[in-house]
């Protein structure tokens, strides 16, 4: 299947800093791109994988799991770990539970965490029915698109598939109990209003790892894909601030090598 106009995969070549930034579930690499290009125009050099899965049909994501997701971001966090000094993890929505999961299981190699809206949980009565429900009904509907910014819009499926959705409940599971082993510097930033993921999962995030060097920001003026609302610009100038600071040299090789 063709990937959808604007849900490409997205890399940049630049210095010595790298960032990888995972998306969400039935999302794309569009929710973050204006992230990803904010960082490369700042130096650094960049990877923001597809999913697989996602991009095309719902269908797709229907056939794979959670193991699948996260192989794909592991490959790139390896690949990123070869050719740059320093490595951060980002990530919105399942996204920032993948970056979670790559920051407990690389220790050293992964210097900092950025997580938006990350989730936890699967919540509601119907997750714990996921197990029989899915073999019975194929899909719910969606949850793409849930921004506060008019004429903003996510590029997702505008259905659930429920065999993906039972994975993604076992993935946060598996994160939850890996929570402890994340000890690296993490930026949280997160929606009181979100449709999507409750602030609750935010806080349990918070209260789970192990990191001492933690901030939190609330988003009040957008929903759930923070990225591309009102927010959007703060979360990409504290994102950069945040490596800064971490990694004095970032921004600056960008120039100094050539980019």
Request: hydrophobic fraction near 40%.
């Amino acid at each position: 299947m063709p990937v959808l106009p604007g849900a490409e995969p997205y890399r940049h070549e630049g210095g010595e800093v790298g960032v990888l930034l995972c998306h969400g579930f039935t999302g794309s690499p569009q929710s973050l791109r204006p992230w990803a290009e904010y960082l490369a125009e700042r130096g650094l050099t960049v990877s923001l994988p597809l999913l697989p899965g996602h991009g095309t049909r719902w269908q797709d994501l229907q056939v794979t799991g959670w193991q699948d997701w996260y192989a794909e971001v592991d490959r790139e966090l390896r690949a990123l770990t070869e050719r740059c000094a320093e490595v951060f993890v980002l990530g919105l929505s399942m996204g920032g539970a993948l970056a979670l999961r790559l920051a407990a299981k690389y220790g050293d190699a992964v210097r900092g965490v950025v997580v938006v809206n990350p989730g936890n949980k699967v919540h509601g009565l119907a997750a714990h029915a996921l197990p029989v429900v899915r073999f019975l009904v194929p899909t719910t509907k969606g949850i793409a698109s849930d921004i506060a910014k008019p004429g903003s819009e996510e590029i997702g499926y505008d259905r659930v598939p429920l065999h993906a959705a039972h994975s993604l409940r076992r993935f946060f599971q598996t994160v939850d109990a890996e929570l402890p082993q994340v000890t690296q510097p993490l930026l949280l930033l997160h929606s009181p209003q979100d449709h999507v993921v409750p602030p609750a999962d935010s806080a349990r995030v918070l209260s789970r790892v192990s990191s001492t060097d933690v901030t939190e920001i609330l988003l009040e003026q957008s929903y759930h894909v923070a990225t591309l609302d009102h927010d959007a610009d703060r979360i990409f100038e504290e994102s950069f601030t945040f490596i800064g600071r971490l990694a004095p040299s970032a921004g600056k090789e960008g120039t100094a090598t050539g980019g």
